[in-house]
C-alpha cells in the first residue's frame, strides 16, 4: 500500500512539473556573443525551461551589454531579440564589416516580427482578418487594417478609414457583431483616436 502511495505521489509530482514547463527561444547577434539566463551561460536557440520569471544577459566585448527580463506562460514560447550594438570605435562598423553577422542580425528582427504578430493575434483573433474592406452604402468603402502600436510595446493599433461619424460607428457595431471586443482595442478612426469626432473628415 506504501509503495501504491509513493508511486501515486511521484506521478503527481512529474505531471505537475509537465504543466508547468514552458520555452524560450533566443536569437543573438553577432556571432560569439556570450548568452546568460539567470547568470548560467547557454547556447542560443531554443531552452525548456519551468514557467517563471528569468533574466537573460548577451554580451561580447566591443558591445552594450542587453540584460532583458522574461516571465514565461505554460506551454508557450516567448522569444527574445538581443542584437548587440557596438559601443566602441573598433567595432563601430562591425555589422557592415561582417555581412554574416548583419544577414544574423536581419533575420532576428523578422522573426520577432513575426513572434509579434503571431502573439498579437493570439490575443486579438480580429487581426487575423486584417485587412479588409466594405461599402459603407454611400458608394465609398470602409477599409480596415491593423499597423504600428499607438504605445511602445503595445498591441498593434487598427487604423479604420470612415466616411463620417454615423459610419465609423457602424464600424464598431460591424466589429462587436462578429464576436470581438471593440473595447480592449486600440483604434483610430481617419488618424484619431474617437471614432466619433467628425473634425477630421
Same mark, same amino acid.
Given at each position: 500500500m506504501?509503495?501504491l ?10 505531471n ?5 514547463i514552458?520555452y524560450?527561444? !533566443?536569437?543573438v547577434?553577432?556571432?560569439g556573443?556570450m ?9 542560443t536557440? !531554443?531552452?525548456?525551461?519551468l514557467?517563471?520569471?528569468?533574466t537573460?544577459t548577451a ?6 551589454t542587453?540584460?532583458?527580463q522574461?516571465?514565461?506562460?505554460t506551454?508557450q !514560447? !516567448?522569444y527574445?531579440?538581443?542584437?548587440? +550594438?557596438?559601443n566602441t570605435?573598433?567595432?563601430?562598423n562591425?555589422y ?5 553577422d ?7 528582427? =523578422?522573426?520577432?516580427?513575426d513572434?509579434?504578430i503571431?502573439?498579437a493575434n +493570439?490575443?486579438?483573433?480580429f ?8 461599402? =459603407? ?7 480596415i487594417?491593423q499597423?504600428?502600436?499607438?504605445t511602445?510595446g503595445?498591441q498593434p493599433a487598427?487604423y ?8 465609423? +460607428?457602424?464600424?464598431? +457595431?460591424?466589429?462587436?457583431n462578429?464576436?470581438y471586443d471593440t473595447?480592449?482595442m486600440?483604434?483610430?478612426?481617419n488618424g484619431?483616436?474617437?471614432p466619433l =469626432?467628425?473634425?477630421n473628415?
Amino acid at each position: 500500500m506504501l509503495i501504491l502511495i509513493g508511486s501515486f505521489s511521484f506521478y503527481l509530482t512529474v505531471n505537475k512539473v509537465k504543466r508547468n514547463i514552458s520555452y524560450i527561444q !533566443t536569437g543573438v547577434a553577432p556571432s560569439g556573443a556570450m548568452l546568460k539566463i539567470d547568470g548560467k551561460g547557454i547556447r542560443t536557440g !531554443t531552452r525548456k525551461v519551468l514557467t517563471g520569471s528569468y533574466t537573460i544577459t548577451a554580451s561580447k566585448k566591443g558591445f552594450a551589454t542587453i540584460t532583458k527580463q522574461v516571465i514565461t506562460k505554460t506551454n508557450q !514560447t !516567448t522569444y527574445i531579440s538581443l542584437v548587440l +550594438q557596438p559601443n566602441t570605435t573598433s567595432t563601430k562598423n562591425w555589422y557592415l564589416n561582417h555581412p554574416a553577422d548583419e544577414k544574423l542580425a536581419e533575420a532576428i528582427g =523578422d522573426h520577432l516580427a513575426d513572434y509579434e504578430i503571431k502573439i498579437a493575434n +493570439q490575443q486579438n483573433p480580429f487581426l487575423s482578418q486584417l485587412p479588409t474592406s466594405y461599402g =459603407d452604402g454611400l458608394g465609398g468603402f470602409v477599409n480596415i487594417s491593423q499597423g504600428i502600436p499607438i504605445t511602445n510595446g503595445g498591441q498593434p493599433a487598427i487604423y479604420i478609414s470612415a466616411a463620417n461619424p454615423t459610419i465609423r +460607428q457602424g464600424v464598431l +457595431q460591424y466589429i462587436n457583431n462578429r464576436g470581438y471586443d471593440t473595447a480592449e482595442m486600440v483604434l483610430v478612426f481617419n488618424g484619431e483616436n474617437n471614432p466619433l =469626432d467628425g473634425s477630421n473628415e
